[in-house]
C-alpha cells in the first residue's frame, strides 16, 4: 500500500506557460515486470530481474509469489532477485492472497494458481472487485479446474486443486493478453497441449518469456500453443521502459506549444504502441531512434504538434487499450472530432474509462457524446475545473496533462492510486517543467 502521509490525494495544475524539455527515463514496463517475477519463481534457478517496476502492482505480485514461499530479494532498488521453486514447488498460503488494484496479478494467478495441489483464494481492492473475472474462470473450468467466483462473477476467486488439468482449444472472445496468459499458464500444468486462438493479436510477453525459459510454446500473431509438463528454468530479464508510462509526457509534449522532449530506453513493442500510430495521423511530429544494443527499446523524439481529430481505426484499439485516457485529451485540443469506436473493453479497466473521460471532459467545457463502445470528443478549449479519477491511475495522469494546456488552473482529485503504476510521475513532469502541485 502507499504510504498515506506522503501520497498526495489530488493536484493542482497550472497552464505551462514555458515549453517542456529535457530528456525522461521511463519506469520500468508493468506487463514485463508482473511475468518476470511470477515466472522466474515458477523456474528452476536463480533469476535476476533489472529495471523492475517499483509500484504498488508489481509489487503485490512479488509479495503473492513470496507468501507461496518464494524467495525474492531486492539487492537495489528496481531489482529483484528470484529463487525458483519449479512449477510444483509453490507452497499454499493460509491468508488470501491481495493482488491489490492489479488486474494482470489476479487473472495470471488465476491460471498458475489452477495447477496447483492447494487451495488459494485471490482477492483485490475494490475497483478489482468489481472487474470481470468470468473471462478467465470460464475457459480454466474447461480445462478441468475448480474455480468459484461471486455471484455477480467477480473476485474473491476461490481454487481448489482437482487430480489433472487437460489441455484445451480456446477461441477467445475478448483480445486480451491477461485472459491469453492465465490460460498459457495453466496450459504448463496440464496434460497435453493448450492452444489459444484470438480475436485479435494482443501483447505477446508471456509467450516471449515463457519460450526463453524453455518452455515448449509455438506463437505468432493471434495465435498461441503450449505443451504441459515442460520445467522452466531461470533466466533475466531487463525490463524496458514502459510505453504506457511514457505516454502521458509524450502526449504532454505535443501539446504544451514549442516543446521539445526526449523519452529515453522506452519499449517499443508493436502491441503496445498503436498511440503512436494514431497521434501521426492526427499530426503529431514523432521520432523513434534505435539505442544501440537496446533490443526493442528506443528514444522517443517528440515536438509540438497541432493535432487533428481523425477516426481512430478499430484495428489498433488492441495495440493502444491502456493509452485512451490520454488519448481522449489529445482529442480535446485538437481541431474537429475525433471518433472512438470498437473499445467497450475501456467499460471495465480500473474504472469506467469511457465514462470517467467524458465526465471529467465535459466538467472543462469538452464536449464528448459517448457510445457504448467509445465516444465522439469535439476539440475545443479546457476551462478550469474540479476532475474527478474515480480511482483511476491512468484517468489521474491524464487530467494532470490536460492541466497543463487548460486554460486556467485544474483540481485532480484522488490521485493516491497513480502509485499502482507510476510513482514519481509529478516529479518526473517537473523535471521536464511542468507544474503539477500535490495537496
Ligand atoms: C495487460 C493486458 C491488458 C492491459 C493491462 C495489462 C497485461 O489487459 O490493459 O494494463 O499485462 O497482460 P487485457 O489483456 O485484459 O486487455
Redesign the pocket.
Known amino acids: 500500500m502507499a504510504d498515506p502521509a506522503s501520497t498526495p490525494r489530488a493536484w493542482h495544475t497550472q497552464p505551462n506557460t514555458r515549453p517542456l524539455s529535457g530528456a525522461l527515463r521511463i519506469p520500468g514496463d508493468?506487463?514485463v515486470s508482473?511475468?518476470a517475477v511470477m515466472f522466474a519463481a515458477l523456474a528452476h534457478g536463480t533469476s535476476h530481474v533489472k529495471g523492475f517496476l517499483e509500484a504498488e502492482d508489481t509489487r503485490a505480485t512479488a509479495r503473492v509469489m513470496q507468501q507461496l514461499g518464494v524467495d525474492i530479494s531486492t539487492p537495489a532498488y528496481g531489482e529483484r532477485v528470484i529463487h525458483g521453486v519449479g512449477l510444483n514447488g509453490l507452497h499454499a498460503s493460509e491468508l488470501p492472497l491481495d493482488c491489490g488494484n492489479s488486474?494482470?496479478a489476479m487473472?495470471?494467478l488465476s491460471g498458475v494458481l489452477s495447477g496447483q495441489a492447494f487451495a488459494s483464494t485471490l482477492i483485490g481492492d475494490d475497483s478489482l472487485s468489481t472487474r470481470p473475472m468470468q473471462r478467465v474462470a470460464q475457459p480454466l473450468r474447461e480445462m478441468g479446474a475448480d474455480i468459484q467466483l461471486s455471484a455477480t462473477g467477480t473476485s474473491p476467486i476461490q481454487i481448489r486443486p482437482v487430480q489433472q488439468l487437460r489441455g484445451i482449444r480456446y477461441e477467445a472472445q475478448?483480445?486480451?493478453?491477461?485472459?491469453?496468459?492465465a490460460l498459457l499458464l495453466a496450459g504448463l500444468y496440464a496434460e497435453g497441449e493448450t492452444e489459444v486462438i484470438e480475436v485479435a493479436p494482443?501483447?505477446d510477453?508471456?509467450e516471449t518469456m515463457l519460450a526463453a525459459m524453455g518452455a515448449e510454446i509455438a506463437f505468432k500473431p493471434g495465435y498461441a500453443r503450449i505443451r504441459g509438463g515442460v520445467p522452466l528454468k531461470a533466466t533475466n530479464v531487463d525490463v524496458p521502459g514502459d510505453f504506457?508510462s511514457a505516454a502521458f509526457s509524450l502526449v504532454a509534449a505535443l501539446l504544451v506549444p514549442g516543446s521539445h522532449v526526449r523519452l529515453q530506453a522506452v519499449g517499443m513493442h508493436p502491441r503496445r504502441t498503436g498511440l503512436l500510430d494514431v497521434l501521426r495521423m492526427m499530426g503529431a511530429k514523432i521520432e523513434v531512434v534505435p539505442v544501440s544494443g537496446g533490443g526493442e527499446c528506443c528514444d522517443i523524439e517528440i515536438h509540438a504538434s497541432p493535432l487533428h481529430g481523425i477516426d481512430v481505426p478499430e484495428v489498433h484499439v488492441?495495440d493502444m487499450?491502456?493509452e485512451f485516457p490520454i488519448l481522449f485529451v489529445a482529442a480535446a485540443c485538437a481541431k474537429g472530432i475525433t471518433r472512438v469506436r470498437g473499445a467497450a473493453?475501456l467499460r471495465v479497466?480500473e474504472s469506467d474509462r469511457i465514462a470517467k473521460m467524458a465526465e471529467g471532459l465535459r466538467t472543462l467545457g469538452i464536449r464528448v457524446d459517448e457510445t457504448a463502445d467509445g465516444a465522439d470528443i469535439h476539440g475545443g478549449t479546457l476551462h478550469a475545473g474540479v476532475v474527478h479519477s474515480g480511482g483511476d491511475h491512468r484517468i489521474a495522469m491524464a487530467f494532470a496533462i490536460a492541466g497543463l494546456v487548460a486554460s486556467a488552473p485544474l483540481k485532480i482529485c484522488d490521485v493516491a492510486n497513480v502509485e499502482t503504476s507510476y510513482p514519481g510521475f509529478a516529479s518526473a513532469m517537473a523535471s521536464l517543467g511542468a507544474d503539477i502541485a500535490s495537496a
Not at 475478448?174 to 496468459?181: D, I, L, T
Open positions: 508493468k506487463s508482473h511475468r488486474g494482470t487473472r495470471l475478448v483480445a486480451s493478453a491477461q485472459v491469453k496468459s494482443t501483447r510477453y508471456t504506457s488492441p487499450i491502456d473493453e479497466k
